[in-house]
Every structure is written in C-alpha cells, then in structure tokens.
C-alpha cells in the first residue's frame, strides 16, 4: 500500500431524526430536535470531526409523506440551516438540494453564491427537478409538469445560473477609495439571456464567490437524469443495491461525460445505510429492533408513492402480483427508484411486509449491517472495484449512527490508506479534487465583440 | 418622568458600507467585507449591545445602481445573512426585505417560518412589492408589473402565506414514540388556496414557529401602500422629512388601520441618518466630509431614477425647472419616495449638485447633524408628538456610525427613560410589545365544516 494511494470521498447525508423511516421511534434519536438549529450544527461539526468532504439535505417542496402522522415530517429549509452551520464550521462542505422546476434561476444563483462567500467556498447544489405532484400542488399547477419537459428546463436553468456567476470577472471589484471607483464596469456584464422557459438579463447583483459555482451535484438516474448528469454534474449521488449495478451506472455516466470532454467526472457516489455494532450480531439486533418500531400504515404509503400504485387493497403478507406494476414509462415521478424498488418486487419474491423492512433503512438504497470493519469491506470493494469514488453515507439514527461512523468506521478507513486523515484544501472543491470554474470573462466578451 | 413611561423602538438599518452614498470612500469605512459574515456578524452584535429591537437588511432583485461602479453594489443575500446572525446573537430582531413580486408564497413563508426557528423567534418580514423594471428583466418580463397590481398580488400572497403559517396548529406535533404518532393528522391542514395569482394546496412543511408569524413589516407610503399596511403591517418603516408630515403620515396610516380592527396599529418608523459629533462642529465637518467624496455620476444616476428622469441633459449647478418633472401617477417605481424627492426639488429651489448631496445620507430619508444629545432631542420630539413610535436608524457609515450611536445616543435615551436597559422578553414580537398570532385551527376548521 503506497501513501500517494488514491482516497475515497465520504459526504454525511443528514435527514433528521434519522434515514431508518422508525429512527424516530428509537430511544437514540432525538426527533424533538428537528427544528433546533444546533442540533445541526453539532451534526455538521461531527461530520467534519470525521474529515468527510461534505454534508448533505434533501429537500422537497411539499410535506413529505403528507398528513399521515406516521414519521416525522416538516422541517428547516436547507439554505437556511446552511448559512448558520457554515459559521459553526470551518473545512466542511455545505450541500443542498434545490429544484429547477419551481425555481428562478436568479434567485438560486444568489442564494449559492451568497452561502459560498458565507462559508469562505464551500457550498454545493443538489440539482432536482421535483418528481411529486403534492409540490406542484403548492406552485399554481392541478398536474406536475412531464418530466422530460422538467429537464429541458434544469438545462436551460444550468446555463443562466452558470452566466450568473459568471457575469462579474474575478477582478471585477476593484475598490480604489481615491478614484472613487469601486468595480470596473467593464468586469461585469448582462447576461442577456432570452430561451425558452427563461428570460434574464443580469447581472448577478453578488460578487464572483470563491469557488466562482457552487459544487454541482445531481441524483436523478433515469435516462434524462444520466444524461443531465454527464453534462453538468460535478459529484452523482445515487442509489445501487449491487456491485454490478453500480459498476456499470458509474462507468455509463463516466463515459457519457467524457463524450462532453469532461475527462474523469463526475465524483460518483453511491449511498448507505450503515448499521453499525460492535459484533455483526449486535448490529442486526439494531436493524430488527429498528424493523420493530416501523409504522406500516406509514411504509404502505411510502412503497404507493414510489411504486405509484395503491396498495390499500392487497395483503401485507402476501406478494404482489408482477403484472400490476406499472413501466417506468408511465411513471412521471422519480424514475430511477420506482425501477429500483420495482426490481425488489420482480427479482426477490418478497410479500409487501417484507419489502416495506427492506425499504425502511435506505428508502432503496443500499443497507450494510454489521462491524465497523465489515462496513469499510463494503466500501472498499465497491471502491477498488470501480463502483463509486466514494459514498453518500445515510445513518439509520442521528446522531449515533454518525458519530458511530466517525468514532470507528472512520479510522478504520483512515488505517487503511482509503481516507484522509486531514483536510488538505479550504473549498468543498479542493476536497472532492474539483478545479474552480475561470469567469470566461475575455473568451466571452470577445466571442460577443 | 415616571418609570413606566413608553419606550420607543429602534431599528438598525444595516447597509453595507454605510447609508452615505459617499460611505465607502470614507477611511472609517469597510468596503472590503461587504461579502463577509463577521462583518454583519459584529455589526448585530453591536446593535444587541445597545439593545436595539432589531436589525433589518433592505433588497433588491437586481443590481443596484447598474454597472456605473461609483459606489459599492452587489452583496450577500439577506436571508442568507440572517441565519448566521441569528446563531451569533441572542435576542434582536433579523428583519429582511423579500419581494411578493417575484417570490412564491409557499417559498417565502417556508424561508421566514425557518428563521423563526432558527432564531429562537426572532423573525421579522419587509414585504415590498418590488419598484424597479432592472427586477423585472431579471424575471422573463421586458416591461414592469403595473403598480396596482403588484398590491393585489402582495394582498393575496399574504392571504396564502398567512394560512400556510396557519396549517400547523401549535400542538399539531405529538412526538408520541410509543404510539407510533409524530403529528396529528387532524391538527393540520391544506389550505386548498385558488386565487387571481395563485393555487396552493399546503399544508407548509414547516412546524408552527415560534412566533406563529414573523413580524409583518412594510415600507410603502403611496396610497395603495398606505392602504396595505393599514390591512397587514404590524410595523412601517416610512422616509419623512418634517415634523407635520410625520405627523400627518402616522395618523393617517393608524386611522386606516383602526379601520380594519387593528387599534393601536402598525408601529411607525421613520427613518433618520445620524450623523454624530462630539460636538456640533464635529459632527458638521464629518457631514461635509462624505459630501465631498460623493461620486457625482453616481449621484445623478440615483437622482434620475428617483425622478424618473433623464438628468444628463440639465447643468449640475442650474436648478432643475420644475415642469419637467412626472407626476406621481406616472411613475411605476416607488411613488412615495418620488413625491418626497419632487418636493425637495419644487419647495427648496436647490441645484442638481445641492440635491445629489441632500440625498447622499439618506436617499430622501432624514439627516440629523449633532450631538449625541442633539439626536436625542430630535428622536425624543418626534416621538413625544406622535410622529414616530421609534425609528429606523440609517448609519451614514458603518461600522463607526452604529458604534458611536449605541455608546453615546442610546445612553442618552436611556438617561431620559425613553430606552429599555434590557430586553424584558425573548422574540421580536415581545421587544415591539406585539401579540402572536393565534393559529386560528378551531375556528377555521368549524368555519369549514
């Protein structure tokens, strides 16, 4: 094992009180906290304890699960969280989710590239289209608008928001007191931009931040999803329950990046749920507790919602019939985890009880249970093994499931070489290895010239 | 003097360098952290310090003062400052502008019911309807939105975030581990709003915050405006000149007010550059100091755009004839601050030049030269006559200006029994001595059955 070895990227994906949809039920959680922003920052400083890259929220743009009382639902709006746990941090990257769906581009490319200059280079963007009709429901529309029409717009949005930050030059402020000139006009420009679902002429009204964008980060699988990523992405996350699934997903997006002349991108990161105990027994003690402590009616509803299927009228400890499933055509949602969950269905002759547990721990993503060292096997044959270049990790439990993490699984990795044992950059850029974005300031004033 | 006399209320207006539009060409000044968070970081905590009621940070969709480069433009975004603030400070009040205009409902009260919690309930909103056509242009429009019907929009837009604050009843989270029940389905709601400007299901996806609503806050002086905050404004921040027309405005809007049922309402507050000296002299010779660094293009530019006229034309030392100017119906901007400017024009028979260094403290807001006594005294009339019930402090320059008030005003004001020595309470509600809403759940759910 030489020392120049390659690392593996680790981001801490914190959905409170837990990814285990029963966390909340768990003595070890602490859902009364969800609302209390320190309870994020000592999450976040956790993390970067641990010398993860970066911390990650999701987001949706309706009440998740809808009225059902069964998991805790509502919460903190992400970049609002963001900006006070930069200030309680210093190395960690900073990750949200945003859509591009009921979005504007002017105000998402603000609000990134005002928490950029907040946390001194460190904020990402999760880039979603939304894939529910409850968020539609909340932005003027009866019916959520088709998905490849939701794409059309995250790349038309993409190309106002990178103009955006583009459009003061790096140098622009120059702030000469005695001249009485503070930037040069001549170092910020309108973007102009006239397409199809956006008009915008800028610019920005926020200086070039420091890393100039935000971490682009994207997590739709799906064909359109695949495709946006190679495009734009910088860092994939995704869900892959196999070694040869995920060996191939990353090598499919790596080379349709590369026919883009993005040589090596995007950062591919698969997620997991790691169940973690001191003996493997004690760690499957702690799944079937959690497996326990499920809500069904709350799971029932949840395996609907991605199967886009009622299942009210079928028996929970019977299988569900193959034919009744839809094709991932007439699913105008989240595609990539109905096929994923659809595969479940198909491919391992489970009743909906028992799919409802499997599903519990990582929504369809990957579980690993077991000792600290069982979990870094896991991650370092998918690693070695060209499946991921490092791994969203989704603790069942917050917080113990993190600090398990970064307590034991954490130095276990650090022992053998696979990861950092300190940061070596300030930017959440220089952590996953990026280069920062040139304004394009001179090639695109003369290409206009 | 007795002890229990009434307190008056104080803002601090944070704009980065400085209120002075000469502010940032002046030594005193700090230009170059106009994109740090310790800057406005320590800035809170100075006006916590003297114990002020809130802080406020005003907005805009688009960059301010174009690309002309004669005064510092661009910055952070204000609800991307105030969560860093909030976990900086204690008890003042984080007020941003958000525009209704070019914001959804559900995005804007999701945002402010966050930093409710974040703050501990020390969230306040600025609702502005947006007066420029740059904003517009950033926003797929090439013209601007007519002035009335931005009200409209931001009378519904109210309507709708109100309820979306309203679909969380105060006790609607049961956290009931054993039962397996977070939230009662029954203590939530969709507010299944269809309107002229929008269709929003809910309920939010946030939990009722602490003060169940930020603190409304309202700054428009036109006739809608007046009408707007008479209806929804718990608090106004107004630019008036003179003792009687303060006088007149606070009657008039608390009269209109008392219309709708809402006594005793909106608390006003006018606002007021200080520009202090140890001695009069002092405070004199630093008000002709800014004058004389004030960048005269960039002057013209703002005076043009407050008239809504071209000025290039016209000699800087000629006055400006008075027919030329628009009348206040033809303007689609801020009408308020049109007419209050179109009056210095008229009234006081100064030149261009006289008028760019009129409005370089406080763009048409009051400038008061003096002593910390002799602020005092102009603060203590006003509000003793029933113009203000505090005031909107506009530091010429920062961070020296707020500095020098809160170690030398606000001890006067205390002195004089017109100032809290400590806060008595723990949101911004409690510092204005405003109620919190009532969620309203028993009687909006009977109404509808």
């Not at 008009?199 to 997590?219: F, I």
């Not at 985890?337 to 519990?360: K, M, S």
């Not at 069942?396 to 696979?418: A, M, Y």
Request: glycine share 10%.
């Amino acid at each position: 094992m030489t020392t120049d070895q390659r690392h593996l990227h680790l981001n801490a994906f914190l959905m409170a009180p837990g990814h285990h949809d029963a966390a909340w039920r768990h003595p070890a959680s602490q859902p009364h906290r969800v609302t209390d922003i320190t309870y994020f920052q000592q999450l976040a400083q956790t993390a970067e304890r641990g010398k993860f890259d970066s911390i990650f929220f999701a987001d949706g743009l309706a009440l998740w699960g809808g009225r059902t009382g069964g998991n805790v639902s509502g919460g903190l709006e992400p970049l609002t969280v963001l900006p006070a746990i930069a200030v309680a941090t210093t190395h960690i990257g900073l990750i949200a989710t945003a859509s591009t769906t009921f979005n504007e581009p002017f105000h998402l490319a603000r609000r990134f590239s005002s928490l950029d200059h907040v946390s001194g280079g460190r904020a990402g963007w999760n880039i979603v289209t939304s894939g529910t009709v409850n968020e539609a429901n909340n932005f003027n529309l009866d019916e959520h608008i088709d998905h490849a029409v939701r794409y059309q717009r995250a790349a038309e949005f993409l190309d106002v928001a990178t103009r955006l930050w583009d459009s003061w030059a790096d140098d622009a402020v120059v702030l000469d007191k005695e001249a009485g000139v503070y930037a040069d006009p001549e170092r910020l420009r309108e973007i102009e931009h006239a397409g199809s679902f956006f008009k915008v002429r800028g610019p920005l009204n926020v200086q070039r931040s420091p890393q100039g964008w935000p971490l682009l980060v994207q997590a739709g699988s799906s064909e359109d999803g695949k495709e946006f990523a190679a495009r734009y992405a910088e860092a994939v996350f995704t869900a892959q329950q196999t070694l040869a699934e995920a060996q191939r997903f990353a090598k499919d997006v790596k080379a349709r990046a590369a026919a883009y002349g993005r040589e090596g991108l995007p950062v591919i990161l698969p997620g997991i749920c790691p169940i973690i105990g001191a003996t493997e027994a004690e760690a499957r003690a702690l799944e079937d507790e959690l497996t326990e402590l499920q809500v069904i009616d709350y799971g029932l509803g949840q395996l609907s919602n991605m199967l886009n299927l009622d299942l009210a009228g079928y028996g929970l400890d019977e299988r569900l019939p193959e034919d009744v499933l839809p094709s991932e055509d007439q699913v105008n949602g989240n595609k990539s985890r109905f096929t994923l969950v659809a595969e479940l269905v198909r491919g391992e002759q489970l009743t909906i009880r028992q799919i409802i547990a499997r599903l519990g721990g990582g929504r369809g993503h990957r579980v690993v249970t077991g000792t600290p060292e069982q979990i870094a096997d896991a991650l370092e044959s998918w690693f070695h093994a060209g499946a991921a270049d490092g791994f969203n990790i989704m603790p069942p439990i917050l917080p113990t499931g993190l600090t398990d993490f970064v307590d034991h699984v954490v130095p276990e990795l650090q022992r053998r070489g696979l990861f950092r044992t300190e940061y070596t950059g300030t930017t959440l850029r220089d952590h996953y290895g990026l280069s920062r974005p040139a304004d394009h300031f001179s090639e695109r004033v003369l290409a206009s010239a």
